[in-house]
């Protein structure tokens, strides 16, 4: 049984002769925590939005929970959830109101939208905060409630992207076993992040330099391989081999 849920051949993306994408190969499987790591400029933004349908490849083969890329972007979209950290919920719309909101995009029925918003509500402890306005909400509690608005119609994949910056560590030790729970339900957890000891908590992560990926493999493999204590110390040593 194949359970890769995304494969992705030797994609390249350029705008105009700039390559932001240089011949990208991986592969990421059914309930794994994939790091997806690299500086500002390194590609990866570009790379995610290939993989979430928002932009097609120039070449390659992109395949997202079994759709092509360079053929059915839209198509990805029904397939996966997303969360970013700039934007994810609407701040003057309520708890429910967003949750309804999303559960609509996703084309889930009216009668599922309520079964799920009142389960969702009872794991996250949000009875009180139904009715609230998400711009009256601390931040920590916003980002707990995005990823669950994000996994909320039970997508193959999730895309987070930079989900836990800002949030104080409390909040962000709460958000990874939230992350943990779901990669066992099944659902691929596809994160980037600039804390690199969240890339601990990966099953395997990725370095992306220069549109390159220039490293892949569990945390614990890449630190035997360069000599490291941590996965922040391997970054450091190929951002600056010299």
Not at 86 to 97: N, P
Not at 138 to 155: D, I, N, T
Not at 170 to 185: G, L, V
Request: with cysteine.
């Amino acid at each position: 049984m194949d359970n890769r849920v995304i494969i992705v051949k030797n994609l390249v993306k350029k705008f105009g002769n700039f390559i932001a994408n240089d011949n990208l190969s991986f592969e990421v499987f059914k309930g794994e925590i994939f790091g997806f790591l690299g500086a500002n400029g390194a590609g990866k933004t570009t790379a995610i939005r290939i993989l979430s349908g928002l932009s097609s490849p120039t070449s390659g083969e992109v395949l997202v929970a079994g759709v092509d890329a360079s053929k059915k972007p839209e198509a990805i979209k029904k397939q996966i959830g997303y969360m970013c950290q700039k934007f994810s919920l609407y701040e003057d719309l309520t708890v429910k109101e967003n949750i309804m909101l999303y559960g609509g995009i996703y084309g889930m029925t009216k009668s599922l939208i309520k079964e799920r918003t009142d389960d969702l509500l009872e794991k996250l402890n949000f009875r009180e905060y139904g009715n609230k306005f998400i711009a009256d909400l601390p931040l920590g509690l916003r980002q707990k409630l995005a990823f669950s608005v994000a996994v909320f119609h039970e997508p193959k994949i999730v895309f987070l992207d930079e989900p836990t910056g800002g949030v104080d560590p409390i909040t962000r030790r709460q958000f990874w076993e939230m992350i943990y729970e779901t990669a066992e339900r099944g659902i691929t957890v596809f994160v980037t992040t600039h804390y690199m000891d969240e890339a601990e908590y990966c099953d395997r992560i990725s370095i992306m330099s220069e549109g390159r990926i220039v490293a892949l493999d569990t945390p614990e493999n890449l630190k035997k391989q360069y000599g490291a204590d941590s996965v922040e110390e391997v970054f450091i040593k190929i951002a600056r081999p010299n």
